[in-house]
């Protein structure tokens, strides 16, 4: 089984599902003591914001502010740049503990030993 996960999230309220799923995932996963590395692309980039993952909602599905909580306290929250330049995000906009990363990070983390990536 590989020791990190390095997850990258597309999707944000325009395919809640998807999300949540990648979400879920990254939680369940940091819970279980893997190393987690949780990447907001796309639509997701908005939920580096304070505030904005109280906004998603999805029946049935455990609350995404609980869920990036999770992942912040035990793993890493990468905002990607270009997805964050697109959208007006800077530094200091983002919730503390979100970095903002690009491809170069991410193709290093992903390629590294022992990790599995996926993608939602």
Request: glycine share 6%; with cysteine; hydrophobic share 50%.
């Amino acid at each position: 089984m590989a020791k990190k996960l390095v997850i990258k999230v597309t999707a944000g309220a325009d395919a809640p599902e998807r999300c949540s799923q990648a979400f879920t995932v990254a939680a369940v996963a940091a819970a279980s003591g893997v190393e987690v590395s949780l990447w907001l692309t796309g639509e997701s980039a908005w939920f580096a914001l304070p505030g904005r993952a109280a906004e998603f909602e999805l029946p049935h599905a455990a609350p995404l502010p609980d869920l990036l909580d999770s992942v912040l306290a035990a793993g890493r929250v990468t905002l990607c740049t270009q997805c964050a330049a697109r959208r007006d995000i800077t530094e200091k906009d983002v919730i503390e503990g979100v970095r903002i990363a690009g491809a170069q990070v991410f193709v290093q983390e992903a390629m590294a030993d022992g990790t599995q990536a996926l993608v939602y």
